[in-house]
Structure formats: structure tokens, C-alpha cells
């Protein structure tokens, strides 16, 4: 099997080379070398979020360092999520509409307003407020968010993909509309998104609009998402995949969307490049825990309460986390994940900060 290459982690810790000495904690040097002082090719350098999490000394140490924000109890994250939600619903009902060539329309609107979540556009929207700006200013690149990920599961269901016939408890879009329109569905969802956000935001610096296209575009190409989706076809059924594997096509499958949305909020909202790149490794955390629930979730619940089909990486011998390395150390990871992505907001207005702290807690408990 090919060798892939070392990505960037969510971990606040790994852009110390990997010559550093054993003697020494990782901690211990950012104490006489801040990380303003590593070199960009020093901080790209990239290792396993697994190996690095399980050095449990560091991760203690790293408690020490960085206080994960208090919550106000009167925060009502249930209305919270309701009215997002909402919001976001109305905005792509509004952005998509019915009109010729009627099939293709249809098509994208069956699948795009399927129902589901909307993690990613939400955590657009509260990145943009946690820095200084508002839902009305995001709400493009929000719906442009959750265009591209209708995308990505219109074209992952197909049959030369992962052969799905239910999605959100609904036939999939090619069941309903044919192969040949699913697969134009989800290319005229990924060609609007660009043109949403270029079109339709107000209030943005033209600067800052190019750097959120370039995000989005960067985080779903031959790099990105397409990345992790072509080394998951390619991994499927082979006996030598290692963490190291498994987590690059985590990573590129499915964190770097969440990233992206995180990110694109941050920017429009004003964000500084400190805060930015803050909120990078909250959501690059957050990204992969995404992704190690949804392993988790495929080998505990039920096709009715996962709304797809429940036990398809096993049957289809998919590389998983709770395959690689057992359900508990799976959901152990899953909490290193959730507690070090939570670190990442110190610093913040703990008041504006509450919605990500509670959407990291939302993803890390999801049932379905």
C-alpha cells in the first residue's frame, strides 16, 4: 500500500520535530520556545493525533496550561440549536429554489433539504459570532458549507461509491431521481456554493471573501475531502491499515469540512490570525472526533435510530476506529478529542464562546 503523508493534528503540542529527545516534554521545550517562534515548516510538520494523545503525561501537563471555558448554566443550548437550525433552513430553501430545468432542481432540494443536523453551518455561524460578527454576515458561506456536504453524501451514496439506499431515513437521492441526475445534483450543489458566497455576502471585505473561497476549495479538493475519499475506496479490505492511515482519511474525509466551516466564520466575522488559527485546531479536533463517533455509532445503534444503514463498515470491511483499536479505547479518544478541541477556546469571551463548547459536547454525544 502506498505510503501517505504526515498531516497536520488538531494538538496544540505536535509541531515539535519528531527528533525531539525523549528526555524532554513536549511541554517542557514550549516553555523556552514559544510557538511563535517554530518555523512554518516546523509547525506543519505533521504526526498522528493518536499517538500524540496517548502520551497521557503531556496531556496532564497540557491541563495545567490551558483552562477549558466555564459556562454560564442559563445557556439554553437546545433553543440555541433550534434556531440556527431554522435559520439555516430558511436560508438554503431560500438559495435553492425550484425552477428549470425542474429534475435537477428537485434533485438538489430533496437531498439538501433532507433535514439533518447542520453541524457544519452552525459552527460557521458561532465562529462568526465568537469574534465579533454576526449570523446574517456567515449565513452564506454557512449554506455554501452545507451545500458541499449534501454534495459528499449524494455522491458517497451512489453504488460506485458506498452503495446506500437510505440517508437521514429517506431513499437516497439516486434511488429516487436516477443515477445520472444524483451525480449532476451534487455537482450543481458544489458549483452554487462558490457562487452563493461570492454572490450573496454583504459586509466583507472582498480580501476576506477570497480567503474563505479558497478554504472551502482547498478543504474538498484532490488534498481534501476528495483525498480521504479516494484512500477509504482504496483502503477498503486491506489488513495492513494502521492509525496513521485511518486518521488521514478521517482527517481528509471528513474533518477538514468541519474545519472549513469553523474557519470561513472566523474570517468573515473579523477574526484576528491568532484567532483563526485557534479556532483551526478546535475544529480540527472536533472534525476528527466527528468521525470516530460516527465509527462508534455504526457498530452500537440501529439503522432506524442512525437514520442509514447501521453496520456497513464491517460488512463492507472498512478500516475503524473501534476495529484498529477496541470500542473503549475508541471512546476514550473520542474525550482526549473533545477536552483538547474545548482547550483551544481559552482566551475567549467564555459568554460567546458557549456555543462551541457546547457543539463540541453536541458531537461528541450524538446518537445518530
Known sequence: MTSL?????????????KSTPS?????????????????????NRRIPIFAALAKEEIIEEAKDVKEIPQIDFTF??????????????????????????????????????????????????????????????????????????TMSLIHDDLPCMDNDDFRRGKLTNHKVFGEHVAVLAGDALLAFAFEHIANST???????????VSELAK???????????VVD????????????????????????????????????????????????????????????VDDILDVTMSSEELGKTAGKDLLTDKTTYPKLIGLEKAREFAEKLNREAKEQLSGFDSEKAAPLVHLANYIASRQN
Open 5 to 17: 503523508p504526515i498531516f497536520q493534528t488538531c494538538s496544540m503540542f505536535n509541531h515539535v520535530v
Open 23 to 43: 528526555t524532554y516534554s513536549t511541554l517542557t521545550l514550549l516553555k523556552y520556545k514559544p510557538l511563535s517562534l517554530f518555523s512554518s515548516e516546523q509547525i
Open 76 to 149: 439554553n443550548f437546545d433553543s440555541y440549536l433550534l434556531q440556527k437550525a431554522n435559520s439555516v433552513n430558511q436560508a438554503l430553501d431560500m438559495a435553492v429554489t425550484l425552477k428549470e430545468p425542474l429534475q435537477i432542481h428537485e434533485s438538489m432540494r430533496y437531498s439538501l433539504l433532507a433535514g439533518g443536523k447542520r453541524v457544519r453551518p452552525i459552527l460557521c455561524i458561532a465562529a462568526c459570532e465568537l469574534v465579533g460578527g454576526n449570523e446574517s454576515l456567515a449565513m452564506p458561506a454557512a449554506c455554501a458549507t452545507e451545500m458541499i456536504h
Open 202 to 212: 454583504v459586509g466583507v471585505s472582498p480580501l476576506r471573501i477570497v480567503q474563505v
Open 219 to 229: 478543504a474538498i479538493g484532490s488534498e481534501g475531502l476528495v483525498a480521504g475519499q
Open 233 to 292: 475506496i482504496d483502503s477498503t479490505g486491506a489488513s495492513d491499515v494502521g492509525l496513521e492511515h485511518l486518521e488521514y482519511i478521517h482527517i481528509h474525509k471528513t474533518a477538514v469540512l468541519l474545519e472549513s466551516a469553523v474557519v470561513m466564520g472566523a474570517i468573515i466575522g473579523g477574526g484576528s490570525v491568532e484567532e483563526v488559527e485557534k479556532l483551526r485546531k478546535f475544529a480540527r479536533c472536533i472534525g476528527l472526533l466527528f468521525q470516530v
